[in-house]
Structure formats: structure tokens, C-alpha cells
């Protein structure tokens, strides 16, 4: 079934970007294939159970009983994408139990029976082998949701709606179609649903509840476009998206549905076609809602056809862009991205039409004062600026007036709507003014602002948010002036705006407890939604980086706190994230898995920066047959979970290469391996990382383990001559990887920097710790050093200076970090002292005898 999938969507790519086949025939053939992947799968799996358990047997007709499987939203409607997952609903007519015919049948209840069928049918069709899936499926629209069971006998569908049938689930059941069973059962259901989802008057009840109904769905895209930027430029959720069509057919099938048995039609395009027909919308804004709506899904598709992911949001990588706009014909994704505006302006203007709330009469007063920005349109406008931006102080005229004429004369602002150009004229008008109030670098910090401007232009919930809150602003332009690296944070994540409202939360420590707290209700809430619950870690990680973020620009922080701060984070991060993902492993074996990160590098030693990767290991110990498939299946999703680029970004880049074996090694090992593989196969400079390792997150009965293997590894007797042979060895190596050809000093790489420095603590703590066993606490260079210095192994003073370069070096390094330096280099000058404290301990330590 897998490899039919691959083959049919290979040949509706084909056919699709060749122009053969129209939006039709995509939709169509991909819904179909569903339907019959279904009903292949569901058929020879119930062969398999009545074999096992018998028939089951309706109790009141004592009629063999058939599951029914629902086919709701774009396959309900026969409009799938070639990348949708599918929303189903099991359902049986009766209860009742099974009818064994020999005693090696074991007799289930009619539920128990479909309940295990679907779980089944589920796996069949959804678990990834090595040829890929056949499609995601989704259950969540099922009678109360995640919370609700897997089937619903017809009784239980019936009383839900009675009783519990929500307004939002009416629109759901619009679309409910039946892939499987006896038509006398489908007919039956029916009867069920229609009630519930058409009414058969039209009252000011109705209508009064569509209308709360729509409020509520525009103040949640506002607030989505304001949380969740991504969505203002996607094509199925964003304003004027596929979601506003469907939802403009949809409401009228609710009104007069009831009275129209027309109109009762699955499908959105047949849905718009009828209700141009009757006259019910004008046929030439049905033609062109339809054209909207062939014009978003061939877009959706193609998005969807750069990766075989159900994505809905254009890609970050302008190249990637590039190929989506040639694979809709368009030279240039500029013409794209107009074309695409125009469409949406109109969705969204049919919209707004049709759900017309009262508003009171507001005045839109213009700016009265000529604006810096906008004379940049005009035929003097060039000269106008300059002198403007003189008169307001600005210390690089003509880089700034070149680089706002850029901006304004960019396609990306030239096609806005008037009144957002206006709004993003206004807030760079006033922003000129706090540059000039806040910034010694004008332009640097105008540049910065300027990339982060037309970065949300399109995102109206932005600019409203920036223009009504002007110390919001204040601080936009600030950070931007503190930090490249901060600049091009917020750049890429514009939803952490809403951070800067509340100056005191902003400025509060951490409640690290609270966090995660809310952060594993967040992500019980999204069970079954792993894109949800990807996003949720994306979005609640940005948002406290975000505050720390600013408590350092602020200097508040120290750069050991902040790193602790975020070494912290990351901690709560990877335990969230390892929970949430063996949740999603069908085949686990116990509730809770018995599996451990093990931090190393930069979160081993908790001196994590804010764009860091994990250096990570994976341990279990469970005597389980199945343990070790589920745990390296929970390993390959944790990193998935992690590195994959969801509209919300990544979390952390992951680096395993210090596992076991290295590359060529598992990716998971049982601790009593791990124990083996240290104590007799590890390199010397295995040995050395371990020094900086600790237990991040998982099962805390391993942590205590872990420690244990660790201190008896640490405190292995070593022959000094050796150990200062092989030490050197690896820095060697380390030099010879990383050659610094510059005439500046690199605080890292550079001999008397920062490793050097690391590689004096490890030497120490591997050649002294079998006689000082303290000397195995995790606790950090600086601390280290002072304890060497305290047992009498190295000069106090000299030691003293050695922590003070390696903390001078943090500091150094975070502020090139900060500006977004690749490498931290400075002028030699500027470190002369600390590089000659490192030295001289390296030459007493390393250089002479053993």
C-alpha cells in the first residue's frame, strides 16, 4: 500500500507540474486511493479478528455487525492533498458480543472488538516502515475528542449530540463521509447526523449563534496571527486563506441545509458552484472564490511537494521559494507573492462581507507631518529625506537614505494594501526617532530594524500591535541596537513581540517550576497533535529565551547565570520532549519509558549560549525484549522532535557523535554496555568529555548509575606520562582542525584560550582524581580550578588567574556571540595578561615532567 502511495503521488507530481492534470484530478485521485486504502486495510483486518474472536453480533437484530469508518474534513469532501493526513471516525450500529464458532476463539464485546480493529487499522495505515506511510491519520474529531473512545456504537453518537454536540462539531459533520459499511448502517447513521448538523428552520436563534460563532473565529485568527506569525502567511489558516472559503460554503450548508437538500454536498468547490446557482452569493464572486480556491490549494500542493510534509506555510530558504514560484509558473517569487496577495485580499474581503459585525465609527486620521518613508515616492524625495534625517541627528546620512529608498521601493512593500503601508511608514517614521535618541551606530541599527520591518509587513496583528504600544517599539529598537544576534532573533520570531508588553513580567526570574508545569499541561492538552505539540516546545522555549534575552541586553544577568539560566531550559526542554514522544511510539511497552539523556559539551558542563547544539548520549536500562527497538525508536524521534523546522523554527541542533563507538556505534546503549565500553574500549579523550557529562533528563533510577560509572571511570589510576602524551595528542589535533590564519586572537581555539584551559582541568581532574575523588563533581573550570588550587595541585595565585581568563574569555566570547561573530576574535592586546596566566599553567602542567 506504501509503495502504491509512492507511485501515485510520484505520478500526480508528474502530471500536476506538467499541466496534465488539473486541481480535480489531484484532489480526486488522492481521496480515492485513501478511501480504497482504507477499505483494503479494514477488510482483510477484520478477516484476521473474526478469525480470532468470532463475529460480532448486534444484540437487538442479531445481525452480523460492520465498523463504520467516517471519512471527515478534505476526505469527507473528496478534496484531500496529496500531503493531508486523514480525520476519520469509527462508529458500529449495535452492541452486542462476538459469536465464537471453536474454543480457541476468545469472545470480545461488539466495542472491545472495534475498538482493537481500529487500533489496527490505525497502525496499518499510519506507522512509518521503511517505505514511508500511507497517510497520518487524525481522530480528534471523534464524540469527545482525544478524551473519548476510539469507536462509538450509534446509541453513544446519538447521545452525544443530544446532549454534549458542540456548534464547532456541527461544521465538522458537515463533511462526514462514509467510507465503509453495509448501506442499511450508513443509512441509519444518517438519520443520526442530519438532524444535528441541518436544521430544519431557520430561526434567529441560528443565526445569532453564527454570528458569536464567527466572532470568535476572527478574534482566534487574530489571536493565532498575532501567536503564531507563520500563520498570516499560510495559505490554508492565514486571513483570506483556504480555511475562509471552505468556512464561507460551510455556513451557508448550516443555514439552509436544513430546507435544501442541495446544498447538503460534501465538497467545497460543488458547495460554492450550488450556492452561485440559487443566487444565494453573486456567480461572478463564486467564479472567482473558486479561482482563489484553485489558485490557494495549487500552492498548498506544491508547498507540499518540496518535501511530502503536510505543510501549509511557505519555506524559510529563499531558494526554496524560488521553486515554488516556478512550479506555479512565475519567474520570480515576488510575482508569486502578489499574486498570491491579491487572491487573499479578496477571500478575506467576501469574508468580512458576508459576517458583518457592528462597529462603531472610528475616525482615521492621517499623519499630518510629512513622513520620512513616504516622501521617499516622490520626485524630491530623495533630497527631503537627506535633509530630514540630517536635521534629526542621523550620523550616516546616505547609507540610511539608500537603504530606506531600498525598502520602500522593495516588491514586498510596493504590494501591500495602502493601509498596511501606511501603518509600517508610520512605525519606521517614529522608529528613525528613537534610533537617533537610543543608538551610537545609526545605520547599523536602521539596517537591523529595516530587515525586521519588512519581515512582518504582511502581519497587520504586528504592525497594530507596535503602533498601539510605542514602548513596545522603544524596545524593538533597542534590542536591535544591542544585538545583531538578538536582531535576527526576533526577526525570525516576531511572535515573541507580545513579550515586550508587560515590562514587569519581562524583567522577572524564571519560575522554573511554574514552567514546566505549564508547559506539560500544554503538551497533555495537544496529545495526539505532534505538530501541535512540536510547536508548543518551539513556542514556550523562544518565550523564555526571549526574557532572558532581554535581562541580559538589560545586563542583569551575569554570563555564568545566564548560561546556567539556559543550560536549565534546555534541561526542561529535552525531559518535556522525551515524555511527549514515547507517548507517540505505538509499540511501546511501559507507560513510562526507562531512558536517559546524558548531557556533555556546553550542557554537560552547563555553560549553554543561546544558539548552542546538544551534545547528548542515550542510555536505558529495562531487561525488556522490546526495550531496545522502542528506546532507539524514542532516541531517532527525540532527535526529530528536536532538529525538525516547524513554522516555529528548531529547538536545538543534536550532536551524538560522543556515543559509544562514535558513528559507528548504537544509537541507544543499556547502561551496563555504556559501563563495559568506558572502563575498556573509550579513548583517552572519551574520558576527558566525561568529565563535563551529567544526567539531563529521563529515568532518575539511571541517573545515580550513571554517576557511579562516571566517578569509577574518573578515578582510574593513569600512568602521568601517558596521560600528558595522549592530552597533548588531542589538542594537537584539535589546533590542527581549527588553524587560525587571522592577526587576531581566537578565545577558543588559540593556544592559552579557552580549551586550553578546558584541557588543563580535564588533565588535572583524570591524573589526580583516583587520590581526590571531589575532584569528579561536575561543577564547572572556574570551581575546579580553585579546588586544584585548595588540594595543593596547582600555584593558588596562578590558578586564580586562569579562572579569572576563562571567565574574562565567556564574557568576550558571549559579546561576539551577541553580534552575531561566527568566530571570537579579538586583538591580542586586549587579552595579553589571560593568555599568559593560561600559558604559564599549561607549561607547568603539560610541558615539563610528568
Same mark, same amino acid.
Request: proline share 3%; hydrophobic share 40%.
Given at each position: 500500500?506504501?509503495r ?15 499541466g ?8 480526486t485521485?488522492?481521496?480515492?486511493f485513501?478511501?480504497f ?15 480470532a ?5 448486534g ?5 452480523p455487525?460492520?465498523?463504520i ?5 478534505k ?20 452492541d452486542?458480543?462476538?459469536l465464537?464458532?471453536?474454543e480457541?476463539?476468545r469472545?470480545?464485546s461488539?466495542?472491545e ?6 487500533k ?13 506511510y ?5 481522530m ?12 462509538a456504537?450509534?446509541a ?5 449530540f ?5 456548534e ?15 448501506q ?7 438519520k443520526?447526523?442530519?438532524?444535528f448538523v ?19 473565529i ?10 503564531h506569525?507563520?500563520?498570516s ?19 451557508f450548508?448550516?443555514?439552509r ?5 442541495a446544498?447538503r ?9 450550488i450556492?452561485?446557482?440559487k ?7 463564486v467564479e ?8 490557494l ?10 518535501d511530502?510534509?503536510q ?14 514560484a ?10 508569486l ?6 487572491h487573499?485580499e479578496?477571500?478575506?474581503e ?5 459576517f ?10 492621517q499623519?499630518?507631518?510629512?513622513m ?28 540610511a ?6 525598502t ?9 494594501p ?7 511608514? !508610520? #512605525?519606521?517614521?517614529? %522608529?528613525l526617532?528613537?534610533?537617533? $535618541? ?5 545605520? +547599523? =541599527? ?17 504592525l ?23 536582531a535576527?532573533?526576533l ?12 515590562e514587569?513580567?519581562?524583567h522577572?526570574q ?10 506539560q499541561?500544554?503538551?497533555?492538552h495537544?496529545e495526539?497533535?505532534?505538530?501541535r505539540?512540536m510547536e508548543t ?7 523564555l ?9 538589560e ?9 546556567? !539560566? #539556559?543550560?536549565?531550559? %534546555?534541561?526542561l526542554?529535552?525531559? $518535556? ?5 514515547w +507517548? =507517540?511510539?505505538?509499540?511501546r ?17 552547563k555553560?549553554l ?57 548504537l544509537?541507544?546503549?543499556?547502561v ?7 572502563e ?9 568529555a ?10 532518575p533510577?539511571?541517573? !545515580? ?23 597533548l595528542s ?5 589546533r ?9 586572537f ?5 593556544a592559552?584560550?579557552m580549551i586550553d ?8 581532574v583524570?591524573?589526580y ?23 595543593g595541585?596547582i600555584?593558588v595565585?596562578l590558578?586564580a ?6 571567565r ?7 559579546k561576539?556571540r551577541?553580534q552575531g561573530?561566527e ?19 599549561w607549561g ?7
Amino acid at each position: 500500500m506504501r509503495r502504491l502511495r509512492n507511485l501515485l503521488v510520484s505520478n500526480l507530481v508528474t502530471r500536476d507540474l506538467g499541466g496534465q492534470a488539473d486541481l480535480d484530478e489531484v484532489v480526486t485521485s488522492i481521496s480515492e486511493f485513501a478511501d480504497f486504502a482504507v477499505q483494503t486495510h479494514l477488510q482483510a483486518l477484520m478477516a484476521d479478528m473474526v478469525l480470532a474472536h468470532g463475529m460480532p453480533i448486534g444484540e437487538e437484530s442479531g445481525e452480523p455487525q460492520q465498523m463504520i469508518v467516517l471519512g471527515m474534513g478534505k476526505l469527507g469532501g473528496m478534496e484531500l492533498n496529496v500531503s493531508s493526513d486523514i480525520d476519520l471516525i469509527f462508529c458500529y450500529a449495535e452492541d452486542g458480543e462476538t459469536l465464537t464458532s471453536s474454543e480457541e476463539q476468545r469472545q470480545l464485546s461488539n466495542h472491545e472488538f472495534f475498538s482493537r480493529l481500529g487500533k489496527k487499522l490505525i497502525a496499518a495505515i499510519s506507522e512509518v516502515t521503511e517505505d514511508g506511510y500511507s497517510f497520518r491519520v487524525d481522530m480528534a474529531l471523534r464524540p469527545n475528542g482525544a478524551s473519548g473512545p476510539l469507536v462509538a456504537s450509534f446509541a453513544m453518537v446519538e447521545e452525544y449530540f443530544m446532549i454534549q454536540g458542540r456548534e464547532w462539531e456541527r461544521y465538522a459533520w458537515v463533511k462526514a463521509r462514509a467510507l465503509t459499511g453495509t448501506q442499511s448502517d450508513i443509512d441509519a447513521l444518517e438519520k443520526i447526523v442530519r438532524p444535528f448538523v441541518y436544521r430544519r428552520y431557520l430561526d434567529y436563534g441560528a443565526i445569532d449563534s453564527l454570528r458569536s460563532m464567527h466572532g470568535q473565529i476572527r478574534a482566534e485568527v487574530i489571536r493565532q496571527e498575532t501567536r503564531h506569525p507563520e500563520r498570516s502567511n499560510n495559505v490554508k489558516l492565514g486571513r483570506g486563506g483556504i480555511r475562509e472559503i471552505e468556512f464561507l460554503s460551510q455556513v451557508f450548508q448550516l443555514i439552509r441545509g436544513g430546507r435544501e437538500a442541495a446544498l447538503r454536498d460534501r465538497s467545497t468547490r460543488s458547495t460554492l458552484k450550488i450556492l452561485g446557482e440559487k443566487g444565494i452569493l453573486e456567480p461572478l464572486v463564486v467564479e472567482k472564490l473558486l479561482d482563489s480556491y484553485s489558485f490557494l490549494r495549487n500552492v498548498e500542493h506544491r508547498l507540499q511537494y518540496l518535501d511530502d510534509a503536510q505543510t501549509h506555510t511557505f519555506p524559510a530558504k529563499p531558494e526554496d521559494q524560488q521553486i515554488i514560484a516556478q512550479m506555479m509558473n512565475y519567474d520570480s517569487t515576488e510575482e508569486l507573492f502578489a499574486q498570491l496577495a491579491k487572491h487573499r485580499e479578496f477571500v478575506a474581503e467576501q469574508f468580512d462581507a458576508i459576517f458583518k459585525e457592528k462597529k462603531s465609527s472610528k475616525s482615521h486620521p492621517q499623519d499630518e507631518e510629512r513622513m520620512i518613508a513616504s516622501t521617499l515616492s516622490e520626485s524630491d524625495g530623495h533630497e527631503v529625506v537627506e535633509a530630514q534625517l540630517i536635521a534629526l541627528g542621523f550620523n550616516d546620512v546616505p547609507g540610511a537614505v539608500q537603504r530606506l529608498m531600498l525598502t520602500w521601493h522593495s516588491p514586498r512593500l510596493q504590494s501591500l494594501p495602502e493601509n498596511s503601508r501606511n501603518k509600517l511608514i !508610520a #512605525l519606521i517614521n517614529k %522608529a528613525l526617532g528613537m534610533i537617533v $535618541a537610543q543608538s551610537a551606530m545609526h545605520l +547599523q =541599527t536602521l539596517n537591523r530594524l529595516l530587515d525586521f520591518m519588512e519581515a512582518i509587513a504582511r502581519r497587520a496583528a504586528y504592525l497594530a500591535l507596535l503602533t498601539e504600544y510605542p514602548h513596545a517599539l522603544e524596545r524593538v529598537v533597542r534590542m536591535m541596537d544591542s544585538s545583531d544576534w538578538a536582531a535576527k532573533f526576533l526577526t525570525r520570531h516576531p511572535i515573541l513581540l507580545d513579550e515586550l508588553l508587560d515590562e514587569t513580567s519581562l524583567h522577572q526570574q524564571p519560575d522554573w517550576a511554574a514552567f514546566a508545569h505549564e508547559l506539560q499541561q500544554q503538551l497533555d492538552h495537544a496529545e495526539g497533535d505532534t505538530e501541535r505539540q512540536m510547536e508548543t516546545l518551539r513556542e514556550m522555549h523562544h518565550a523564555l529565551l526571549f526574557r532572558l534575552l532581554a535581562q541580559d541586553l538589560e545586563g542583569q544577568l551575569t554570563v555564568e547565570h545566564l548560561a546556567d !539560566a #539556559l543550560s536549565k531550559l %534546555a534541561d526542561l526542554i529535552v525531559s $518535556a520532549t522525551i515524555q511527549a514522544a514515547w +507517548q =507517540t511510539i505505538s509499540t511501546r511497552h511501559r507507560e513510562k519509558p526507562k531512558f536517559a539523556v546524558i548531557a556533555y559539551g556546553k550542557l554537560g558542563g552547563k555553560e549553554l549560549g543561546y544558539a548552542s547544539d546538544l551534545d547528548v548520549i542515550f542510555l536505558y536500562d529495562d531487561d525488556d525484549q522490546d526495550g531496545p527497538a522502542a528506546y532507539a525508536k524514542l532516541a531517532q524521534r527525540f532527535i526529530t522532535w528536536m532538529t525538525s523546522h516547524t513554522p516555529a523554527g528548531i529547538l536545538f541542533d543534536i550532536d551524538i557523535a560522543l556515543r559509544p563507538d562514535g558513528a559507528s556505534g548504537l544509537l541507544v546503549s543499556s547502561v551496563a554496555s555504556f559501563a563495559r565500553y568506558q572502563e575498556k574500549s573509550a579513548w583517552l579523550w572519551e574520558h576527558q568529555a566525561l568529565t563535563r557529562a551529567r544526567f539531563c533528563a529521563g529515568e532518575p533510577g539511571i541517573e !545515580a548509575q550513571f554517576e557511579q560509572i562516571r566517578e569509577t571511570v574518573l578515578r582510574q589510576q593513569r600512568d602521568p606520562q601517558k596521560l600528558k602524551t595522549e592530552v597533548l595528542s588531542m589538542r594537537q589535533k584539535m589546533r590542527d582542525a581549527h588553524p587560525n590564519r587571522s592577526d587576531l586572537f581566537d578565545l577558543k581555539q588559540d593556544a592559552g584560550g579557552m580549551i586550553d584551559i578546558e584541557f588543563i582541568v580535564q588533565f588535572l581532574v583524570l591524573k589526580y582524581a583516583h587520590q581526590f575523588p571531589q575532584l569528579t563533581a561536575n561543577s564547572g573550570n572556574i570551581a575546579l580550578l580553585r579546588l586544584c588550587a585548595e588540594l595543593g595541585l596547582i600555584d593558588v595565585d596562578l590558578a586564580a588567574k586562569t579562572a579569572d581568563a576563562y571567565r574574562s574569555f565567556r564574557k568576550l566570547q558571549h559579546k561576539h556571540r551577541l553580534q552575531g561573530d561566527e568566530k571570537a576574535r579579538v586583538t591580542p592586546e586586549l587579552v595579553v595578561n589571560e593568555v599568559a596566566a593560561t600559558q604559564k599553567l599549561w607549561g607547568m602542567l603539560l610541558e615539563g615532567e610528568a
